[in-house]
């Protein structure tokens, strides 16, 4: 058996393309796909070990200050919240597309490029937030890494943890878990070779990333929709209360507000509204969609 597998040497084969793309992170992006319980246990604060890393990574960062010295976290590492739809579409490409977004539709300095190898590969693996929690969400299976050389690096590493599945297994997933109330996210990373990767599907009470934009870090960008009431069709039902992950709904007196500020357009109140008493309409304010280029090919999966 080789030292170095395959996925890894393809993963910084890749990533030895791009020009000045610092040696820090490739081996960070090495780390992170390698060790993503650890990672994630450890960021989440869940691990035991948490306080002592922590302390060592600011202990380097001073000593060593990468190149992205004088960007924010999120610039690195953040999520675009995106609608049922459009997470679709994501996992039914059937070519290789290439395109950089811009600072509208993902609004960071890093980390905005939807380039897509071999879409048509994709891994569903044990979510590591879920994983890291005393009492996490159910099920665990529920983070899909679309393309290589990620697909190929998590099957690798960790194949008790994941497993290949089909296009029409990820729309099934997704839509599953709409159902279950929780957030689609198009995730983005610097040291991902400054691209997108993965598609997590997340709930407010495990999500280390929902976590830290509640707490300040703003780590996930608006779908670029807000959710609007319909109030002659509203019932005060409570379920679209109940659902938002964002907390960005209320009732008093019988009738349903939205705090537009907080609302990151996901539509998940628009799916449990028994009623149709919700809609989502652009906002401008919020930036723009996360649009796949016209007359890309996308599979014709059926959905229910």
Not at 46 to 56: A, G, K, L, T
Not at 70 to 81: E, L, N
Not at 151 to 168: K, M, Y
């Amino acid at each position: 058996m080789p030292a170095i597998k395959r996925s890894t040497r393809d993963f910084l084969k890749v990533a030895n393309q791009i020009p000045g793309f610092p040696l820090l992170e490739k081996l960070h992006g090495y780390f992170y796909m390698r060790f993503p319980y650890l990672y994630i246990g450890i960021g989440t604060g869940e691990h035991r070990i948490s306080p002592i890393f922590n302390f060592f990574v600011r202990l380097f960062s001073r000593l060593f200050p990468s190149s992205n010295s004088g960007k924010a976290f999120a610039d690195t590492y953040h999520g675009k919240v995106i609608r049922i739809d459009t997470a679709k579409k994501l996992v039914s490409i059937k070519e290789d597309i290439n395109i950089s977004y811009p600072e509208q539709a993902i609004p960071y300095s890093l980390a905005r490029d939807l380039i897509l190898q071999k879409p048509e590969r994709i891994a569903v693996m044990d979510c590591p937030c879920r994983s890291a929690r005393k009492k996490p969400c159910l099920p665990i299976d529920v983070c899909l890494i679309i393309g290589e050389p990620f697909t190929s690096l998590v099957l690798d590493h960790h194949p008790n943890r994941s497993r290949l599945i089909t296009q029409t297994e990820a729309m099934q997933i997704l839509e599953d878990e709409e159902r279950r109330g929780h957030v689609h996210h198009a995730f983005f990373k610097q040291a991902m070779i400054g691209r997108f990767y993965a598609i997590c599907n997340c709930c407010s009470c495990c999500c280390g990333a929902m976590h830290a934009h509640q707490n300040g870090t703003p780590m996930l960008a608006s779908s670029g929709y807000v959710s609007r009431v319909r109030k002659e069709l509203c019932i005060a039902c409570e379920e679209c209360l109940e659902n938002c992950q964002f907390f960005a709904i209320t009732m008093s007196d019988d009738t349903i507000f939205i705090n537009e500020e907080s609302c990151m357009g996901c539509g998940i109140c628009v799916s449990h509204c028994p009623q149709g008493a919700l809609e989502l309409t652009l906002a401008p304010n919020k930036g723009e969609p996360l649009a796949i280029p016209p007359g890309t090919k996308i599979a014709s999966i059926a959905s229910d």
